[in-house]
């Protein structure tokens, strides 16, 4: 199925973009837990015409509900503003934002330039200090009004945490239907804040597993159409699926290396499970793990030299690291537990993985050599983690207990206080997060 690229001009507005060194600047420190979320008011966009002003509601209603997400802001009741704007490149009368304590303002418009093409502006104010932190302007067709609303969120991100943001992208998952007994599993799309779903594939093969590619176009997954469950991958772009090799047992739990050349699956035999890697350029494959135990879940540091994965070589489930050519395996897990489903933070500073123990199952997060393990959620069954594009968002798989149980995707941010259910349309699991759209 094809899905619409679009490529912005995007242009740093200069006007009245002048921040001294000795000003102090409104920032966020997201790496503390227990962040008072900042207080910023996202008034609506100006526009040019009656279509133009409903269209810069939306816009600004959408900026507000991904920066409300993120836990790191609230976003203030249109309602309580004092000033309207009419003019977003005259400075906004600050002490009438700072009345109803507003931290930061982001101001815009929306300009027609053609009947398919409209150009959005917004300005960043730090309210404080009385200065812009960011200007920027996008030009995108009109249909296509949501991206450039969470660019602009990434934009107010980035300027107030000084890293990147997540807004602009999209999670794959399965999308489920029917009683747990005869479930079926289709493979699905959707923007990250569940706008915009649909199906990838025809018909009602049962999918699982799905995984981005680095350049977000490509996914590969595990499918259960033919006699022994095997690995496929998918163009979004062109909708054109491919078998990954003809392997004599199953191949299973596959992802990318981070260039996306290589993918790394498990492949079952006699058994047994032992992780491979397949150069996606020649299709040749190479061993990396042959023991007599289960290896699985492989998942590459960002700078492709290691891979951690889940063995039960010692006993019990746990997790090992080992350099990307299969050498130097060593153990990094050493908790109470049965660990399982590792992967590598885009930042490379963590390793998210599922815990069960005592009947519950939890959402953890450690560091690459083991230390620093904390869990994140708890309950009857947490698992398929995965991480946003910047490193600080974790969405995962959430089943509820009985019969009648249903699965939803969740997120939960690197404090562990930000739980929240994702929007999605029906019943749902196995998430994937893409990188950012080009």
Same mark, same amino acid.
Not at 79 to 93: G, K, M, R, W
Not at 403 to 432: C, E, F, H, M, Y
């Given at each position: 199925m094809k899905r619409f690229i679009l490529l912005f001009c995007v242009v740093f507005l200069t006007a009245l973009c002048v921040v001294s060194s000795a000003q102090a600047q409104l920032e966020i420190d997201i790496t503390k837990g227990n962040i008072d979320p900042t207080p910023i008011a996202v008034p609506s966009f100006l526009g040019t015409d009656t279509e133009m002003r409903e269209l810069g509601q939306d816009i600004a209603?959408?900026?507000?509900?991904?920066?409300?997400?993120?836990?790191?802001?609230?976003?203030?009741?249109?309602?309580?503003?004092?000033?309207?704007?009419?003019?977003?490149?005259?400075?906004?009368?600050?002490?009438d934002w700072r009345v109803i304590k507003a931290e930061a303002l982001a101001s815009g418009r929306v300009v027609r330039e053609t009947d398919t093409k409209i150009r959005v502006e917004f300005r960043l104010w730090d309210i404080f200090a009385g200065n812009q932190l960011a200007g920027l302007r996008f030009s995108a067709t009109q249909d296509n009004w949501r991206r450039t609303a969470h660019k602009a969120a990434d934009a107010i991100y980035k300027a107030l945490t000084g890293e990147e943001g997540y807004f602009d992208s999209r999670i794959v998952f399965i999308d489920e239907k029917g009683p747990k007994t005869d479930r079926k599993k289709r493979l699905a799309i959707m923007d990250q804040d569940g706008h915009a779903p649909q199906y990838l594939l025809a018909g009602s093969d049962l999918v699982v597993t799905p995984r981005f590619s680095p350049s977000a176009q490509k996914i590969t997954f595990m499918s259960y159409e033919n006699v022994i469950p095997q690995v496929y991958l998918l163009d979004i772009e062109t909708g054109r699926r491919e078998l990954l090799g003809n392997f004599p047992g199953m191949t299973f739990a596959p992802r990318f290396s981070p260039d996306g050349n290589t993918l790394i699956m498990s492949m079952m035999s006699k058994s047994n499970s032992d992780l491979y890697a397949m150069d996606l350029r020649t299709r040749s494959t190479s061993r990396l793990t042959n023991d007599p135990s289960i290896d699985v879940s492989g998942s590459f540091s960002p700078d492709g030299r290691k891979i951690v994965f889940n063995s039960d070589r010692g006993g019990s489930p746990q997790l090992y690291t080992m350099n990307a050519n299969g050498t130097n395996k060593k153990r990094i897990s050493f908790g109470k537990g049965r660990y399982s489903a590792p992967v590598w933070s885009p930042r490379g500073d963590k390793i998210a993985y599922v815990k069960s123990l005592d009947g519950k199952f939890t959402i953890g997060v450690m560091n690459p050599d083991g230390?620093?393990?904390?869990?994140?959620?708890?309950?009857?069954?947490?698992?398929?983690?995965?991480?946003? /594009? @910047?490193?600080?968002?974790?969405?995962?798989?959430?089943?509820?207990?009985?019969?009648?149980?249903? @699965?939803?995707?969740?997120?939960?941010?690197?404090?562990?206080?930000?739980?929240?259910?994702? @929007?999605?349309?029906?019943?749902?699991?196995? /998430?994937?997060?893409?990188?950012?759209?080009?």
């Open positions: 209603k959408v900026i507000r509900a991904d920066l409300e997400r993120s836990g790191l802001f609230k976003s203030l009741d249109p309602a309580s503003f004092l000033e309207t704007q009419t003019n977003i490149d005259y400075q906004p009368t600050f002490a230390s620093g393990e904390r869990q994140l959620t708890e309950s009857y069954m947490d698992e398929g983690p995965t991480w946003s /594009p @910047n490193g600080r968002v974790i969405i995962f798989s959430r089943e509820t207990k009985g019969r009648n149980g249903s @699965n939803s995707i969740w997120s939960v941010d690197l404090t562990g206080q930000n739980l929240r259910k994702v @929007n999605t349309p029906g019943k749902s699991s196995d /998430p994937a997060w893409s990188p950012l759209l080009p």
